[in-house]
């Protein structure tokens, strides 16, 4: 069988963090297999879009739909479809990146746990250091150990929020090798700013917030 064709929409999808708007009122449509760049000024609501894609946060205003072979998920089940990695994620520091990645997976239910975890390891490059507790991890190893938790569950939409920060060019490659091949029969969102990753991507949706400087 198939993997499902994921489809992701939004109408008029806008967010308030009190009075202030972090997200200008967005109408798209995005869908897999291929990768989609959400760009825009810092603080033009990038982090804030993929929150709601993921289902961790409801927008103000508007809606979303994240589709699998046509049949619409809900908000609260897009976790189980949906890897998302985030520069807020952290880690239990006295844990190795093994150990968080294997609780991870267990708190998920996820079946075979262990194949996962190794397998989510090697796509980052991250076996070397399986047994290293996290507390001792630079700000790139702990970025890539951001990465495995995102493929953990081997999700079909993975959504990568700032994925080069902290890492050097190998980690960098990293992400690209990550985007390449979940590409090709997933759906890839970056919200990014930095070339080298909007060239990754086929389409791009870049939102008009005013950003720091210009709050709305």
């Known amino acids: ?34 990768t989609v760049a959400v760009t825009g000024a810092n603080g033009s609501g990038k982090s804030t879009l ?12 508007g809606s979303t739909v994240l589709e699998l072979r046509g049949e619409a998920i809900a908000p609260r089940e897009r ?60 700000s790139g190893l702990k970025q890539r150990l951001r990465l495995a938790f995102a493929v953990l569950h081997r999700p079909t939409v993975l959504m990568l929020d700032e994925p080069g920060a902290h890492l050097d060019a190998e980690g960098r490659a990293v992400v690209e090798r990550l985007v390449i091949e979940h590409a090709t029969t997933g759906l890839v969102v970056l919200a990014t700013n930095e070339p080298q990753e ?3 991507a086929q389409r791009r949706i870049e939102l008009s917030g005013g950003g720091l400087d210009r709050p709305s």
């Open 198 to 200: 909007m060239e990754l």
């Open 50 to 61: 993929l929150r709601i894609l993921t289902g961790l946060l409801r927008p103000t205003k």
């Open 79 to 138: 976790r189980r479809f949906v890897g998302l990695a985030t520069p807020e994620l952290s880690f239990y520091e006295e844990f190795t990146a093994e150990e968080n990645l294997r609780f991870a997976a267990q708190a998920r239910g996820l079946a075979d746990a262990q194949t996962l975890v190794r397998d989510a390891l090697a796509k980052t490059g991250l076996s070397p250091r399986a047994g290293d507790r996290v507390a001792g991890f630079s």
């Open 1 to 34: 069988m198939s993997a499902p064709a994921p489809r992701l929409a939004g109408a008029d999808v806008l967010h308030r963090y009190g009075a202030r708007v972090a997200l200008r009122a967005l109408t798209f449509e995005m869908a897999g297999p291929g």
